[in-house]
């Protein structure tokens, strides 16, 4: 069975702090996407990567996925409240399916 | 307008009852999924379907049956609910499968409290 765990499970940080958000597995994943979620609402995707050793930013946030393709990372510079949320990796397994493996997802707050 | 709704947002209910979840998408997409997250936060998949045909079964109880009229809509149906059932359900629609190019979009949930 694949799994995917992310770490920390939870943060809570100031305005300004840099932060980093882990995916691993043992397992290989053809893609890795990163979602955000806020109460309420769905998921919502942020990025996908697809290449080993891809790093990819959005404004503040950089993605990256392992060079084997087993894990990721997400790294906020200076959050901002607005980052607050639940964050999600998502690994496609290869031969995709469409089946996409959730992490346990992290939570975010982010305090002014 | 909204891509992916579903109805109804919230749903209290007795054990023992049966219940459906309706989903409708607008993005012309040809695969539709129904994930369960529960209480911990984590997504699960449940059932996929591609142009209608069923692609996706994971194991769920077969208390569980999707239904796909055409590829803009798929239901839940659930019967005999028990305490365990209480979720949130989300539908999910992609182009193509989900992973590489597919981006999943997500309804925005539907609460299912089974009392």
């Known amino acids: 069975t694949q799994l995917l765990e992310q770490s920390p499970q939870f943060l809570s940080i100031q305005e300004g702090e840099n932060l980093t958000v882990y995916c691993n597995s043992s397992?290989?994943?053809?893609?890795l996407q990163w979602y955000r979620q806020e109460p309420g609402e769905g998921p919502v995707l942020l990025v996908t990567?697809?290449?080993?050793?891809e790093v990819k930013k959005l404004k503040r946030l950089t993605f990256q996925f392992g060079d084997a393709r087993k894990d990721s990372s997400l790294h906020i510079t200076a959050a901002q409240p607005g980052d607050t949320g639940l964050y999600l990796c998502?690994?496609?397994?290869?031969?995709?399916?469409?089946?996409?493996?959730f992490g346990q997802g992290t939570t975010l707050q982010v305090k002014p | 307008d909204t891509a992916v709704s579903q109805t109804p947002k919230y749903l209290v209910t007795q054990m023992g009852n049966d219940k459906s979840i309706k989903c409708e998408q607008n993005?012309?997409?040809?695969?539709m999924y129904w994930y369960k997250q529960d209480s911990k936060k984590f997504l699960k998949i449940m059932f996929s379907?591609?142009?209608?045909?069923?692609?996706i079964n994971e194991t769920v109880p077969n208390r569980f049956s999707p239904k796909s009229p055409d590829k803009a809509h798929l239901n839940l149906h659930i019967n005999s609910l028990e305490l365990g059932d209480s979720a949130v359900y989300f539908c999910?629609?992609?182009?193509?499968?989900?992973?590489?190019?597919?981006?999943?979009?997500f309804g925005e949930g539907s609460r299912l409290t089974v009392l």
């Open positions: 999910a629609s992609s182009q193509g499968l989900a992973g590489d190019t597919g981006e999943l979009f």
């Open positions: 397992s290989v994943f053809s893609s």
């Open positions: 990567v697809v290449t080993g050793g």
């Open positions: 998502a690994g496609a397994s290869p031969g995709n399916t469409g089946k996409l493996i």
């Open positions: 993005l012309g997409h040809d695969t």
């Open positions: 379907y591609n142009n209608k045909e069923l692609i």
